[in-house]
């Protein structure tokens, strides 16, 4: 047996990483969102996420990205880091949490099909199964989220559809920047990037962080530094070494987490159809990232070499 842990289970790790820093940013989104405007909120989760990402790039240095990865740095900088966060933070605002949660997640679905479009991948068939599957696992624990007093104001549903339009052609777009620049320097620039896109709200930034509760302003700084700096890090890392698509149905398993850290850490107790939505969502992941045995993706093009991506991923 090899005493080196294979491209693909590291590969695998670093996506669990994502998903359960990006679960355990609801909590914190709740908490910092009570005092801080939605673009004031994305500006100061990004300026700190750029200043511990830029610290590392220094420390490691790894320098500017090569001028092919610029155009997918940029687009995935702006659409990524700065419309998604605005957008979606002003949309929770208008609708349910649940409802949020069901609209956000159509997000994979565009993946897939925008890298199948863009990025020449396949659309196999666990692939479709596993997203379906868990989807509708989605819409359950949205359902259930959304309680009686549930409310959805048309402006909030399309602020949530167009945050998952720009998660979408975010992701897209970074994939082939992947092949030019390191994941760390992908990230530090496109979430510098973001960041310079939502420098408009650095004056609500400074107004709110004046009357702001130190709970609030600690939990926006663990959303940079953890949810965007390291588990987007993370995420480009494991991007690098699959499929667009089949990133984005890992993603499938954040609604899941959810549930299961407002249970374990607030005392949430989940009722039957939210367990029930959280375990399909699981099970489409495993569907999703699941290959017949013998079998080996073609990478697509400007993907990792297809050694980084073999059969003994789930």
């Not at 908490?31 to 939605?38: F, M, R, T, V």
């Not at 068939?125 to 624990?141: C, E, K, N, Q, Y």
């Not at 359902?143 to 992701?171: F, P, W």
Request: proline fraction near 6%; aromatic fraction near 6%.
């Amino acid at each position: 047996m090899s005493k080196h842990v294979s491209p693909a289970r590291l590969a695998l790790a670093a996506a669990g990483v994502t998903v359960v820093l990006w679960a355990s940013a609801f909590v914190s989104i709740r908490s910092a969102g009570a005092a801080y405007s939605p673009g004031a909120l994305a500006l100061g989760r990004l300026l700190a996420g750029a200043l511990v990402l830029g610290a590392v790039l220094l420390i490691r240095r790894e320098g500017l990205p090569a001028r092919g990865a610029w155009p997918g740095i940029l687009v995935s900088g702006l659409l990524w880091f700065g419309v998604y966060m605005v957008v979606l933070n002003w949309g929770e605002r208008e609708v349910d949490a649940g409802t949020a949660a069901m609209l956000v997640n159509v997000g994979p679905i565009l993946i897939a099909l925008l890298g199948a479009r863009f990025l020449g991948e396949r659309l196999p068939p666990r692939l479709l199964a596993g997203m379906a599957v868990s989807f509708a696992g989605a819409v359950a624990v949205g359902l259930s989220m959304s309680g009686e007093d549930g409310h959805a104001s048309v402006l909030g549903v399309a602020l949530c559809l167009l945050a998952a339009v720009a998660y979408a052609g975010g992701v897209v777009a970074q994939k082939p920047a992947l092949a030019h620049a390191s994941p760390l320097q992908v990230t530090t620039f496109g979430c510098a990037i973001g960041a310079a896109a939502c420098l408009p709200f650095a004056g609500q930034l400074v107004a709110e962080a004046a009357r702001a509760p130190l709970a609030a302003t600690a939990n926006m700084v663990y959303l940079g530094v953890f949810p965007t700096a390291l588990a987007f890090t993370t995420w480009a890392y494991a991007l690098a070494r699959t499929t667009a698509g089949r990133m984005g149905a890992t993603t499938y398993a954040v609604p899941a987490l959810v549930v299961l850290m407002a249970w374990v850490l607030l005392g949430e107790l989940p009722g039957a159809l939210t367990l029930v939505g959280g375990a399909l969502c699981l099970a489409g992941v495993a569907v999703a990232r699941s290959r017949p045995r013998g079998s080996a993706a073609a990478p697509a093009p400007g993907a990792a070499p297809v050694r980084e991506e073999t059969a003994d991923a789930p």
